[in-house]
C-alpha cells in the first residue's frame, strides 16, 4: 500500500515569507508525527497528533510554526515570518497507534528540505 | 548531556564484518526504536523494542531494560549496509509520545 507522502519535496524561500508543509499519513493510522532534521544535526520531534486528542505542541521551537490535522488525516505545518535558521529537512511520520507496550512502528515520509534564503 | 547517547559516532569496516551499535538512555522507556537513515536522506524504521531480543535477516535488535542499553548488531555487513543508524526512546519523561532521538551512528562499510 501506499506509504507517507509528503510534499513539496523540496521548496525554498525568502526569509519573512510563510510556508505550508503538507503530509498525508497511511490510511488508517491515528497517529502522525513532525520532525525535523537541520544539517548536521539528528531528528528533532516538533508536534504529534493522536487522534482527537489534543496535539502535544511541547517540541516547536517558537510561535512562528504551527500544525493542523484536519478530519484525522492530513495534516499541514505552516512556519510563519520563515527565518534562515528553519532551514532543515521536515519529516513526517505516523504510526497505527500510539500507548502502552503495543506495536507502534513509525512510518517515515521522504521529507521536505526547506531552504530559506 | 543527551538523553540518548549512542557509539562510536563514526564507524568503517570491512566488508564482512560483525557490526556492533550502542545505545544508551538515561529514564525510563516504553519503547526503543532503530532506524536507518540512507545517504538520500530516507528514514526506514528497523526495530521497535519494549524487552529482549529481535532479529530481521542479519539485522538484530537487543535491549537491556534493566541498564538502559540498546545495541543494533549486523551480521555479514554489506556496503549497502552503509548509512546512519539512530536510536530513538519513547518516554512517558519526555513528554507524551514524542521520541528522543540519539546524534546517529554513521556506518560506511568498505567492499
Known amino acids: 500500500g501506499a506509504g507517507v507522502s509528503q510534499s513539496p519535496s523540496n521548496k525554498v524561500t525568502e526569509k519573512g515569507k510563510d510556508v505550508e508543509l503538507r503530509c498525508d499519513p497511511i490510511s488508517g493510522h491515528t497517529a502522525l508525527y513532525w520532525y525535523r532534521q537541520s544539517l548536521g544535526q539528528g531528528l528533532e520531534f516538533l508536534i504529534y497528533?493522536?487522534?482527537?486528542?489534543?496535539?502535544?505542541k511541547s517540541g516547536l521551537p517558537s510561535d512562528r510554526f504551527s500544525a493542523e490535522r484536519t478530519g484525522g488525516s492530513v495534516s499541514t505545518l505552516t512556519i510563519q515570518r520563515t527565518q534562515q535558521e528553519d532551514s532543515a529537512v521536515y519529516l513526517c511520520?505516523?504510526?497505527?497507534?500510539?500507548?502502552?507496550?503495543?506495536?507502534?512502528?513509525?512510518?517515515f515520509g521522504p521529507g521536505t528540505r526547506l531552504t530559506v534564503l | 548531556k543527551n538523553e540518548v547517547e549512542q557509539s562510536p559516532q563514526n564507524l568503517t569496516a570491512q566488508e564482512g564484518e560483525f557490526i556492533t551499535i550502542n545505545c544508551s538512555y538515561s529514564v525510563g522507556i516504553s519503547a526503543l526504536h532503530w532506524l536507518q537513515q540512507h545517504p538520500g536522506g530516507g528514514i526506514v524504521s528497523l526495530f521497535m523494542l519494549s524487552s529482549g531480543k529481535k532479529k530481521h535477516g542479519r539485522l538484530i535488535a537487543t535491549i537491556n531494560i534493566q541498564e538502559k542499553h540498546s545495541s543494533l548488531h549486523i551480521t555479514a555487513s554489506h556496503p549497502r549496509d552503509s548509512a546512519v543508524y539512530i536510536c530513538a526512546v519513547r518516554a512517558p519523561n519526555f513528554g507524551n509520545e514524542k521520541l528522543t532521538f540519539g546524534t546517529g551512528t554513521r556506518l560506511t562499510i568498505i567492499p
Open positions: 497528533f493522536q487522534g482527537n486528542s489534543a496535539p502535544d
Open positions: 511520520a505516523s504510526s497505527v497507534l500510539a500507548g502502552g507496550w503495543g506495536t507502534d512502528t513509525q512510518y
